[in-house]
């Protein structure tokens, strides 16, 4: 059985989340769900020509950028696998180094003024429902009468 704080949480974390599949880009033209499907691609080909060249110039952003696009992946996946207290933390900071290379790409000019890092509309309910979900399956929240729930312990 879980508390109330923790089904709470997790009912929150959910809606967030699936909103953020559903939330348009700045522009209208994609949403989260898309980005979800094809970071994974970008991240595996940033990673592969970062690794091929290195020592030349961009090749380590290049390489960074990958590995931050994989970690905002694996912070999907994670909501399914059962995982301990320290995978849990970790698991919350998973969207946050895409946040940091795309505010990087933005800040160095990469990209275009308008597409401002506050202007990812979908990252926010996404990142913010991992965050929720993740914590709602932290022991002592998810304890009743001090007591860890059977279905959650690992």
Known sequence: MR??????????????????????DRRGHDIGARLLL????????????????LGHAGSLTSTLIGVALICGFAANLALFVRLNYAGRITAMLLPWPSF???????????????AAPWTLFYFYPWALGITLI?????????????????????
């Open 134 to 154: 993740h914590t709602s399956r932290l022991p002592r929240i998810s304890q009743v009468n001090g007591e860890p729930s059977r279905k959650l312990a690992t």
């Open 38 to 53: 094809v970071a994974p691609a970008y991240g595996v080909n940033f990673l592969i020509n970062g690794l091929r060249s």
């Open 3 to 24: 508390t109330p704080l923790s089904q709470m949480l997790s009912r929150t974390g959910w809606v967030l989340y699936i909103l953020s599949l559903l939330t348009p």
């Open 100 to 114: 940091v290379a795309y505010c990087c790409l933005w800040s160095s000019g990469t990209f275009s003024h308008e």
